[in-house]
């Protein structure tokens, strides 16, 4: 069998996994990764990149790695908590932009209905 059929294939099984293993691996992988990890490490990475002019992307990620390993719980914990800070911000952020949208979608089709009362012309699109 082709390798390109084999992959397809592959990603049709992918596809076709239950939710409850879909769930599973989406824990198995929320358990491993520490969201409190990306916001320290996006912050040191310019310190890192300011005190060794000319490192490479491979240097910055394990002296980030070294860093974050090297720190104490109570630290880490600090990070995850600005981490979840920030996830409650967006998640208000979006909820105000998504009720805006849904506000300004409904004067739309109102304006829309009122031209097509008046008789003028109507937008399809």
């Known amino acids: ?28 992988f929320n ?21 060794h002019l000319g490192i490479s992307i491979t240097d910055i990620s394990k002296k980030a790695d070294k860093i974050w390993k090297g720190m104490s719980k109570e630290k880490k914990q600090e990070w995850d908590c600005k981490a ?3 996830r409650r911000e967006y998640e208000k952020t979006m909820k105000e932009y998504k009720v805006g ?3 300004s979608s409904k004067r739309e089709k109102s304006k829309k209905k009122n031209k097509a009362k008046d008789g003028t012309e109507i937008n399809t699109l």
């Open 84 to 86: 979840e800070d920030t």
């Open 101 to 103: 949208q849904s506000e």
């Open 1 to 28: 069998m082709p390798l390109k059929t084999a992959m397809t294939q592959e990603r049709k099984l992918r596809s076709f996994n239950s939710g409850e293993e879909k769930e599973e691996i989406a824990e198995k």
């Open 31 to 51: 358990s491993n990764a520490s969201v409190g990890y990306s916001i320290m490490r996006v912050r040191v990475i310019e310190k890192i990149k300011s005190a």
